[in-house]
């Protein structure tokens, strides 16, 4: 898995976007961008990911830059619930077999009223 | 609504004493997996499922058991529980083909006297 790099914490307005960026300079070309997020003591949550394509969902915004050597996950519209520690993985596809799910440090992301 | 169930949420119990945590989805997935979560230590996988009655050793397997009966529950069986199994346990599901993308249930978390 390529080595990811996430600042510690970040503060957002509620209402405002949050960006939460990740650097993955030494992303392979088959490894993907993935991000989830854990509001304290329950379950991760699956966010979005992408290759190399920017990505949009319900949830979130995945901009990846062209040489893919960074990323930022944008929440359009930040909530007192967004706040969480959100992580970034870069890994390969599963491609059918196990995935064993592993969680750097993170961004502890603080919404504040 | 798409989810995995976790029972029970909470629980204490005395060392010794056989206990399961009930894991359920309803989404169909093929993959299901437990995770241990501790303080410094991150994410664990314990055991994983690729379908029914297809079941594998993760990273922690010692002490548990598991089994997959049906493709919706995947109980964690703790025959001789001991303090250092007190932790937050998480099941997680995802559809095969896709193992990167997990969704997980809210956790339970097991002291153990």
């Known amino acids: 898995d390529a080595k990811t790099t996430q600042p510690t914490s970040m503060d957002c307005a509620e209402g405002r976007a949050a960006n939460l960026p990740c650097n993955h300079s030494?992303?392979?070309?088959?490894?993907?961008v993935y991000w989830y997020r854990q509001i304290h003591s329950q379950g991760p949550q699956y966010i979005i990911h992408?290759?190399?394509n920017n990505e949009t969902n319900e949830m979130a915004s995945l901009i990846i830059t062209e040489d893919r050597k960074s990323s930022t996950l944008i929440l359009p519209h930040a909530t007192l619930r967004d706040t969480a520690v959100y992580y970034c993985?870069?890994?390969?596809?599963?491609?059918?077999?196990?995935?064993?799910?592993?969680f750097g440090k993170g961004t502890l992301l603080t919404v504040n009223p | 609504e798409a989810q995995v169930t976790q029972n029970p949420r909470y629980l204490i119990t005395v060392t010794g004493k056989k206990l399961t945590v009930t894991c359920s989805q309803n989404?169909?997935?093929?993959?299901m997996s437990w995770y241990r979560q501790d303080p410094g230590l991150g994410l664990r996988q314990i055991y994983y499922?690729?379908?029914?009655?297809?079941?594998d050793k993760g990273d922690v397997p010692e002490g548990y058991k598991v089994s997959r009966k049906e493709k919706r529950n995947f109980p964690l069986i703790l025959e001789s529980p001991s303090p250092n199994q007190t932790s937050l346990y998480f099941c997680?599901?995802?559809?095969?083909?896709?193992?990167?993308?997990?969704?997980f249930g809210p956790g339970t978390r097991l002291l153990v006297l």
């Open positions: 997680a599901s995802s559809a095969w083909g896709i193992q990167e993308t997990q969704y």
């Open positions: 499922s690729m379908n029914v009655e297809v079941t």
């Open positions: 992408g290759l190399k």
């Open positions: 030494t992303i392979s070309g088959n490894e993907y």
């Open positions: 993985i870069v890994r390969v596809a599963s491609g059918g077999s196990n995935y064993k799910l592993t």
């Open positions: 989404m169909n997935h093929e993959y």
